[in-house]
């Protein structure tokens, strides 16, 4: 927004005596508790956020200690632009210097180690790949940009795979994309487009991770934490260990209000009434729900359980009422939404990190996702900055890796991945790194892998058309709204934090009448600039001044090129 629109707004009648209640712990509901606090001037003891889990944070976990081992689930990519992210850490202080914010401190990390990939890809058991250009063809480039001009209504619930021809999965530029942002061939090609749009201003630097932002420890660490602390000392009322079954709503004269919800808490069922002055906002779905995880010589086994925690409560609420989306379209085929994760815990060790530098040429933190090429299982690894976690020993290192092809077998280990143990994971990575002949030593300074299986991880990726995914504010509606992943936030794209924070300024801005504008997402795909710079990366002309470029050529799939 101008700083116009930077205002404190005006506090809603009766705000001292309305209560909220977030369902759902995760990073939408703690930043719609800080809006409603800082620009809805909500008491704060008048926030509950209801949370089944022991802990906070949802996705954007990080726990364990150097004895046990280490484990994350994954951390969301963030960049300049996360303009809601940006305005919610601006107001959050620093857990080391109350006179800092998280912003602050995470702007300076990121001058100071920006992270810039010397080694993208590698093959060949360790070897480095050319990843200098995208190595799109113009068929390629062409395809791109006119995904660029078709509207999402025109391309419905078509599939990468069905929009894109075969040459397209054999370009860098499919590797980069589908390894950063986790698509698969069968998911939603306006999921790409929205993508491309939200990113394009980062296409330039995509071979090398030019842009992509990172934190001083786990994404738990260094932005829950904080956040959560802030609450707390406020006044945020958490509770834990309550897993809501269902929500009542009034349903006369064309409103929607919420009167209650149900849920059990140490195995009592309960119901919390709700005024109609109140506010409820529902995280509908969870990426990480029903997370199974193992250890080193354990495999994490996928739980299919009909119990989809906040999915089943969606399906129950949407079975109510139009309007308030189709969860089914999401939540209902999990070897479409699955992949597994593991965390690799290393104690003194002196092999692994030290060739992981000398192969890429990236300190710790300041190289992003390496991708193997060659890989039956499309395994990828990061190695973070160190420590990751903010307990953890100086002797102690922790690496991360994901796969996205989870049935197939292993180039080294003859078994699906999903079979596989932590152990076993690991050594098929050491293999793929060139560590073939160093395993038998580096597991002697393993303390754990620890593998996460998550059903839905990339659910929110499913070919769906308008109206599966339900509006923030569902027409109608006088005190409820969605929040998270599975609300539909215009032109944003999912699997980011700033989605889930995005959806929550809307919807506390929106349920109180807030004079206050939501920050509009950054517009990159309007800037003649970007189209130019992403014209010539696509069409591999960075090399090739501008005087040289056909206009025409320059233009193809622009707006501009619309326009004129």
Not at 51 to 69: F, I
Not at 119 to 133: A, E, L, M, P, T
Not at 469 to 486: K, L, M, W
Request: hydrophobic residues 40%; proline residues 5%.
């Amino acid at each position: 927004m101008g700083n116009y629109q930077r205002i404190n707004p005006k506090a809603p009648a009766d705000i001292e005596r309305r209560q909220a209640y977030l369902l759902g712990g995760g990073i939408a509901s703690l930043s719609a508790a800080e809006f409603l606090i800082r620009d809805g001037h909500m008491p704060a003891k008048n926030i509950h956020i209801v949370e089944m889990l022991p802990v906070e944070g949802g996705s954007m976990d990080g726990a364990g200690t150097a004895e046990e081992g280490y484990t994350a689930r994954g951390g969301r990519e963030i960049e300049e632009h996360f303009e809601c992210f940006m305005d919610l850490f601006g107001s959050v202080p620093s857990l080391t210097n109350a006179d800092r914010t998280v912003l602050d401190e995470f702007r300076e990390l990121n001058l100071e180690e920006p992270i810039e990939s010397h080694c993208r890809i590698v093959s060949g058991q360790g070897k480095k790949g050319d990843f200098s250009s995208l190595g799109l063809s113009t068929e390629n480039a062409l395809e791109l940009a006119r995904l660029h001009m078709l509207s999402e209504e025109k391309l419905g619930s078509t599939t990468i795979e069905q929009y894109f021809s075969p040459s397209f999965f054999q370009t860098n530029f499919w590797f980069f994309w589908a390894t950063m942002f986790a698509f698969e061939k069968w998911h939603s090609v306006v999921e790409v487009k929205r993508y491309t749009e939200r990113f394009m201003h980062l296409i330039g630097g995509l071979n090398c991770l030019k842009g992509i932002l990172h934190t001083e420890y786990n994404q738990y660490d260094s932005l829950i934490l904080p956040l959560v602390t802030m609450l707390k000392d406020q006044g945020v009322q958490f509770e834990y260990g309550c897993k809501v079954t269902d929500i009542d709503f009034d349903l006369n004269g064309g409103k929607k209000t919420a009167t209650a919800y149900h849920y059990i808490q140490n195995g009592s069922e309960k119901v919390q009434k709700i005024q109609g002055s109140d506010v409820v906002l529902f995280t509908n779905g969870s990426m990480t729900q029903n997370t199974t995880r193992g250890s080193l010589n354990k495999p994490a086994v996928i739980n299919r359980s009909d119990d989809k925690g906040c999915f089943s409560v969606w399906e129950k609420i949407a079975a109510k009422t139009d309007g308030f989306g189709h969860p089914e379209k999401f939540c209902s085929d999990i070897d479409k939404s699955k992949w597994l994760s593991f965390t690799v815990t290393l104690k003194d060790d002196d092999i692994v990190f030290p060739y992981l530098l000398n192969l890429t040429g990236d300190k710790p933190g300041m190289g992003g996702l390496v991708t193997i090429k060659d890989s039956s299982w499309f395994m990828s690894w990061v190695v973070p900055k160190q420590p990751h976690f903010i307990n953890q020993p100086e002797n102690v290192k922790v690496l991360w890796a994901y796969a996205l092809n989870l049935d197939v077998e292993g180039d080294y280990i003859k078994k699906t991945m999903s079979d596989c143990t932590g152990k076993e994971m690991f050594e098929e990575l050491l293999f793929h790194m060139g560590l073939k002949d160093k395993i038998p030593q580096i597991l002697t300074h393993t303390v754990n892998v620890i593998p996460s299986m998550m059903p839905y991880i990339t659910s929110q990726f499913m070919p769906r058309v308008a109206g599966d995914r339900p509006e923030v504010i569902p027409a109608g509606s006088t005190n409820f709204a969605f929040v998270g992943q599975f609300a539909e936030v215009p032109q944003d794209c999912v699997f980011t934090v700033e989605y889930s924070v995005r959806s929550a300024m809307m919807a506390v801005y929106g349920l109180l009448n807030l004079e206050k504008v939501v920050e509009p997402v950054y517009p990159s795909q309007y800037d003649v600039r970007v189209l130019a710079s992403a014209a010539k990366t696509c069409l591999n002309l960075n090399n090739v001044p501008l005087k040289d470029i056909p206009l025409g050529k320059l233009l193809a799939g622009t707006e501009l090129a619309k326009m004129l």
